[in-house]
């Protein structure tokens, strides 16, 4: 009775210092048997923890480090005199692109720990879902023009209202759009669709892009998860998503995906519909 019980203890102590290699070898389908399991299980959880947690670490410094060296590069250049005097407004915009891109990784990381961790609170109220869309594609023109994309915005209605945290919902459509934008062949279309069904109103986003390989398409959803696994893509982190889910996931909402290599991918999720106020 007591040996698979010391031997949990040994185990546990090895747990503590973060070795997960050991397992409980205990078959017996009795109270400590199942306890055995439990033990192994959390074991696998703990381990799986942690390399996320060291994959997270690996991440946040490789894209930190990259933006990082370029402005060392660019400042040290321009302190020697390397850069003629005509080209240094070029290169003060190339630093203040990295700088930007630093702070959105810093906020990104930030928002995705405080959903995850529950520490931010809806604010939900009623509000024109049309408006807010007309908004978002207004902001992200500069995007679509540099890649030549049709944003078509299809509706049933003039306009269309729903009960949900506008601020949150507002990163959701955004990051799903650039998502749109960063995989769309240029010269091509992205249509976003608002469809009421009973009291629901069902947002579609679509490009006509890359897409996404099926093998891939349950682990987009991850922090830092990139398709591009040499990383040389350097217009995201790998935080949108994830992002997008945590959100839709506080507002009990399911976002669906699905994508066809070559042909495109499509993000659909649902709110509940209100009247306008």
Request: positive net charge; hydrophobic residues 35%.
């Amino acid at each position: 009775i007591t040996k698979p019980l010391r031997e949990m203890n040994e185990i546990a102590i090895h747990y503590a210092k973060g070795d997960f290699s050991k397992s409980v070898q205990y078959e017996s389908t009795d109270e400590i048997g199942q306890l055995a399991k439990s033990f192994t299980y959390m074991a696998e959880e703990l381990n799986d923890l942690e390399n996320r947690r060291k994959q997270f670490v690996s991440n946040v410094s490789h894209d930190l480090r990259s933006p990082l060296t370029s402005i060392k590069g660019f400042i040290i250049a321009l302190l020697d005199g390397a850069i003629p005097d005509n080209q240094r407004s070029h290169y003060y915009h190339l630093m203040k692109d990295e700088t930007e891109r630093m702070i959105k990784l810093v906020n990104d990381t930030l928002d995705i720990a405080r959903l995850e961790e529950g520490q931010h609170k809806l604010i939900q109220r009623h509000y024109n879902l049309t408006d807010q869309i007309n908004l978002i594609i207004y902001k992200l023109e500069p995007q679509f023009k540099k890649k030549n994309l049709n944003i078509r915005f299809k509706q049933a209605h003039s306009s269309c209202y729903v009960y949900a945290d506008k601020e949150r919902i507002e990163q959701v459509i955004i990051n799903l759009l650039q998502n749109a934008i960063q995989f769309s062949y240029n010269n091509s279309p992205i249509d976003i669709q608002l469809e009421p069904i009973g009291t629901q109103v069902k947002i579609t986003i679509q490009d006509y892009g890359v897409g996404i390989k099926k093998e891939q398409l349950h682990a987009i959803w991850k922090r830092f998860y990139k398709t591009d696994e040499a990383r040389t893509n350097k217009t995201g982190f790998g935080l949108g998503l994830a992002i997008v889910k945590s959100i839709l996931d506080s507002h009990e909402s399911k976002v669906t995906v699905n994508s066809e290599t070559g042909q495109g991918t499509r993000f659909s999720f649902t709110l509940p519909a209100s009247k306008s106020q």
